[in-house]
């Protein structure tokens, strides 16, 4: 499966420690070799076509489109408030 990453998620899980970034990673490189998210540990479905990526407290959206995945935000971001 083909992972794209928004921007805006991009800047967000720089102010996350190191090891939730190599948690995300992890996660990450798994999506790109399954077809299906839910044989990713940490992934829940939300509704058909949308997904859920829980790592440590933090949700992740994920929305699949045939073999493309979307990362787009957090829903939930332990480490990042906005200004």
Request: glycine share 8%; hydrophobic share 35%; charged share 30%.
């Amino acid at each position: 499966m083909e992972i794209m990453l928004e921007e805006r998620f991009i800047e967000e899980l720089l102010f996350c420690p190191k090891g939730f970034q190599q948690d995300f990673r992890k996660i990450f490189q798994q999506l790109k070799t399954v077809d299906n998210p839910l044989e990713v540990k940490g992934i829940r479905k939300y509704k058909p076509g949308r997904y859920k990526i829980y790592i440590w407290k933090s949700r992740i959206s994920l929305k699949v489109k045939g073999y493309q995945g979307y990362i787009g935000m957090f829903l939930y971001n332990e480490f990042y408030t906005p200004e």
